[in-house]
C-alpha cells in the first residue's frame, strides 16, 4: 500500500491535509473531506488524525482531506457550503448542521456525559436569580457553543442586558467576571471546576444551573455523500481499531444521543441572534 501525506500548512481560515491510498478496496472512489474544530490552532491535529484518515481513505479508496477551522463561525460557513463530507462536530454545532444541512449522525464523541450549562458569579456579587441580571452586562461564549450560548441565550429569553461580551474561550468569559467587566457568565460545570481555581484570589459561585444534560457532540455524514457510500463508510469506521477510534475521539458502537430538545434551543436562540450585538440586548 502506498499512502501519500502531504503536511502542507497554510496559514489562512483553514488548514488542508490530504491522505490517499492506492491499495485498497475499490467499492468508492473521489475525495472525503473531514471537518473538525482546532481551537488552539496547532499543527498536532495532524498528528491525532494521520492514521484515522489514512485508514478511512485505504478501505474507501478515497483521497482524505482534514480541514480543520478555529472557531464555530467557521465552521457554520463550511456547514452552510455542504463541504464537508464528515464533522466531528461539538453538541451545538451538531444540531445546526442536523437542522438545518441534512447532516445524519453516525457516532457519539468521547465527552462527557453529563454536561450541563451554568452561569457563573463573583462570590461576593449578592444576586441571587437570573432576573437581577436585567440592565447588566453578561459574557457568553461564541456561536455554536451549547453550554455558552444557546443554552445561556435560552435561559435568558424575555430579559434585557446592557450587553453581551463574546468570550472567546470559556477562561477568557471567567477573567471577564472575575475583573469586574461582566456581572455573570455562562459555561459548564465542567469548565468551571478547570479553570476557576487558575483564576484565584477571585472565587465563583454558581448562579443557575439548567436543568436539562447538553447530549455529547456526534460524528457526522454529509449530504454531499451519496446514500449506499455514507453506510460503507459507517461499518469502516463501526470496523476501525478501537485505539484508532479513540485517538480521534469517537465511539464505534455508542448510541447517537437524542438532539431534539438541543435542536430547538438552537431554533428559539436564532430568532433573536440578530440582536444580541445591540445595547441594549433585548432577548424576546
Given at each position: ?23 485498497s ?46 472557531n ?8 452552510q ?10 453538541p ?46 453578561v ?31 470559556p477562561?477568557?468569559?471567567l ?31 454558581i ?46 458502537n ?31
Open positions: 500500500m502506498f499512502v501519500r501525506f502531504p503536511r502542507r500548512l497554510f496559514m489562512f481560515h483553514l488548514l488542508g491535509f490530504t491522505f490517499a491510498a492506492c491499495q478496496p475499490k467499492e468508492f472512489e473521489g475525495n472525503l473531506t473531514v471537518g473538525v474544530i482546532n481551537y488552539g490552532g496547532g499543527e498536532q491535529i495532524i498528528n491525532q488524525y494521520a492514521k484515522f484518515n489514512s485508514y478511512l481513505g485505504e478501505k474507501t479508496n478515497a483521497y482524505i482531506q482534514l480541514e480543520p477551522v478555529f464555530e463561525n467557521r465552521a457554520i460557513e463550511r456547514l457550503a455542504r463541504a464537508w463530507s464528515l464533522v466531528f462536530a461539538p451545538g454545532l451538531a444540531a445546526i448542521a442536523i437542522a438545518h444541512y441534512q447532516y445524519v449522525p453516525l457516532f457519539p464523541l468521547i465527552g462527557i456525559s453529563n454536561l450541563r450549562s451554568i452561569f457563573v458569579v463573583r462570590k461576593d456579587n449578592p444576586i441571587s436569580d437570573l432576573k437581577q441580571l436585567e440592565g447588566k452586562i459574557a457568553l461564549g461564541q456561536l455554536g457553543s451549547a453550554t455558552g450560548y444557546y443554552f445561556p441565550l435560552y435561559n435568558l429569553y424575555g430579559t434585557t442586558l446592557a450587553q453581551i461580551l463574546f468570550a472567546p474561550t477562561k477568557a468569559a477573567e471577564l467576571v472575575a475583573q469586574g467587566k461582566a456581572i455573570a457568565c455562562a459555561v459548564s460545570e465542567a469548565e468551571l471546576s478547570v479553570y476557576g481555581s487558575q483564576l484565584t484570589p477571585t472565587e465563583f459561585r448562579l443557575f444551573k439548567d436543568p436539562h444534560y447538553v447530549p455529547l457532540g456526534v460524528v457526522l455524514i454529509g449530504p454531499n455523500v451519496e446514500r449506499n457510500r455514507q453506510e460503507f463508510i459507517r461499518k469502516v469506521m463501526s470496523d476501525s481499531p478501537s485505539d484508532l477510534a479513540q485517538e480521534v475521539g469517537y465511539v464505534p455508542g448510541q447517537i444521543p437524542d438532539y431534539k430538545y438541543m435542536i430547538s434551543l438552537v431554533d428559539r436562540v436564532s430568532s433573536i441572534s440578530s440582536k444580541l450585538q445591540k445595547k441594549p440586548v433585548r432577548l424576546f
